[in-house]
């Protein structure tokens, strides 16, 4: 069974740009979520989708977005980018919602802003 | 609010030595904790996770965990540490009703031969 996959793997871009990274989940699984790690502020929590729906979100500004498809697969989108922004983005999978879901992550992808 | 304080941002061991690394929770209701591990340019991989039942939890490559509610802790072990152990360690609660994790700061485990 294939793992939760990102793309791109790596990507540099411009600071005012915008960017989309893809995240397609473990088949099956119905839930989506988006972790910001960075080596200051850790693992954050970005957002979740289930069912195409946003259920919750982590305190970011609203530069950052995502969506979710009916085939579960996920983008998120980061507007007017800024220098801070350049982290590991981890996508995350799991089956259903709920209190101690194992949730699955992919390998990321690596943003660097310039 | 859940949150979870990770003691010691670098920890080194013996190759054959005792791994343990700390886990302090803060939750007001029963809390879901997990320990993830991080390889160099890779994503997290679950150890292993308490839910409810048996406080003393077994997970993968021979670690396990102690839920210990009267020290609001969650220690990750491993008997005997392999090179291979070197990793960053994530202790994490499962925050409400969703996939909302919170993680600790992360524990860099060196192995020395």
């Known amino acids: 069974k294939a793992g939760v996959t990102q793309t791109p793997r790596y990507l540099i871009k411009t600071r005012g740009q915008q960017v989309t990274l893809s995240c397609s989940p473990i088949?099956?699984?119905?839930?989506v979520s988006w972790y910001q790690q960075t080596p200051g502020q850790g693992l954050q929590f970005l957002f979740e989708?289930?069912?195409?729906?946003?259920?919750n979100k982590g305190n970011f500004p609203g530069r950052f977005s995502g969506r979710q498809f009916s085939n579960s697969r996920s983008e998120m989108n980061v507007s007017t980018l800024e220098l801070g922004d350049s982290a590991l983005y981890l996508c995350?999978?799991?089956?259903?919602?709920?209190?101690?879901?194992?949730?699955?992550f992919g390998e990321g992808s690596w943003l660097t802003v310039v | 609010a859940q949150s979870v304080t990770q003691l010691g941002s670098h920890v080194s061991v013996s190759e054959g030595a005792l791994v343990l690394l700390r886990c302090n929770y803060s939750?007001?209701?029963?809390?879901?904790l997990f320990w993830y591990v991080q390889y160099p340019n890779q994503g997290l991989q679950l150890l292993l996770k308490y839910t409810t039942g048996a406080t003393l939890v077994k997970g993968i490559n021979g670690f396990e965990a102690e839920f210990k509610k009267s020290e609001t802790s969650f220690h990750l072990t491993k008997p005997s540490a392999h090179m291979s152990d070197a990793a960053e360690y994530f202790c994490a609660v499962s925050v409400n009703n969703n996939n909302d994790m919170r993680f600790g700061a992360g524990t860099r485990l060196t192995v020395k031969p």
């Open positions: 088949s099956g699984h119905r839930s």
């Open positions: 995350a999978s799991s089956f259903e919602q709920g209190l101690g879901n194992t949730i699955y």
């Open positions: 989708y289930f069912s195409e729906t946003q259920r």
């Open positions: 939750s007001s209701v029963p809390p879901y």
